[in-house]
T-cell receptor, first 112, second 111 residues
Framework: DAGVIQSPRHEVTEMGQEVTLRCKPI?????LFWYRQTMMRGLELLIY????????DSGMPEDRFSAKMPNASFSTLKIQPSEPRDSAVYFC??????????FGPGTRLLVL | GESVGLHLPTLSVQEGDNSIINCAYS??????FIWYKQESGKGPQFIID?????DKRQGQRVTVLLNKTVKHLSLQIAATQPGDSAVYFC??????????FGKGTMLLVSP
């Protein structure tokens, strides 16, 4: 069975550009989480969805970040405009309910 | 001096030794705990979990111990192998809430 799928795996962009990260959760899971990981701050929860509805976006750094989940099998995290301080690894994870989360391979974002 | 990043606790062991990684959790109301392993360049990977009504759970080469009195969780890895080298995170959950992750411990296994 396929795990959580994320794309792209690597993204290099210039400051000011829009960046869209994509995630396909594990089939049957009803919760989806977006995390950011940096050396400075570790693993941070940005936002999570339950049954496609955003439940808590208090971890989203600022208005430049937005996330959507139009259906149970797809979610996007968008940064517009991107800044160098957004450089990080972004993980998507999914779970059934609020228990064991299964992580994707991550998207390594570098904003120049 | 200026901080350049998280200073993860590091445990260095020899191949074949048993490893014990510790974690202190914060909320006495937490009722579910998970250990994750993160290898370089990969996402965190589920290893083992335990509920608060248990104090020990065993998997393949791994054992998790839970001491609710002192809010302490440990992961024991038997016969540690070079492939076990990674950062290990504990996470706690309380009811209908998200997981709260610890800062992580780096395990280095020397052949």
């Amino acid at each position: 069975d396929a795990g959580v799928i994320q794309s792209p795996r690597h993204e290099v962009t210039e400051m000011g550009q829009e960046v869209t990260l994509r995630c396909k959760p594990i089939s049957g899971h009803n919760s989806l989480f977006w995390y950011r990981q940096t050396m400075m701050r570790g693993l941070e929860l940005l936002i999570y969805f339950n049954n496609n509805v955003p439940i808590d976006d208090s971890g989203m750094p600022e208005d430049r970040f937005s996330a959507k989940m139009p259906n149970a099998s797809f979610s996007t995290l968008k940064i517009q405009p991107s800044e160098p301080r957004d450089s990080a690894v972004y993980f998507c994870a999914s779970s059934f309910g609020y228990e064991t989360q299964y992580f994707g391979p991550g998207t390594r974002l570098l904003v120049l | 001096g200026e901080s350049v990043g998280l200073h993860l606790p590091t445990l260095s062991v020899q191949e074949g030794d048993n490893s014990i990684i510790n974690c202190a959790y914060s909320n006495s109301a937490s009722d579910y705990f998970i250990w994750y392993k993160q290898e370089s360049g990969k996402g965190p990977q589920f290893i083992i979990d335990i509920r608060s009504n248990m104090d020990k759970r065993q998997g393949q080469r791994v054992t998790v111990l839970l001491n609710k009195t002192v809010k302490h969780l440990s992961l024991q890895i038997a016969a540690t192998q070079p492939g076990d080298s990674a950062v290990y995170f504990c996470a706690e959950n309380r009811g209908y809430s998200t997981l709260t992750f610890g800062k992580g411990t780096m395990l280095l296994v020397s052949p």
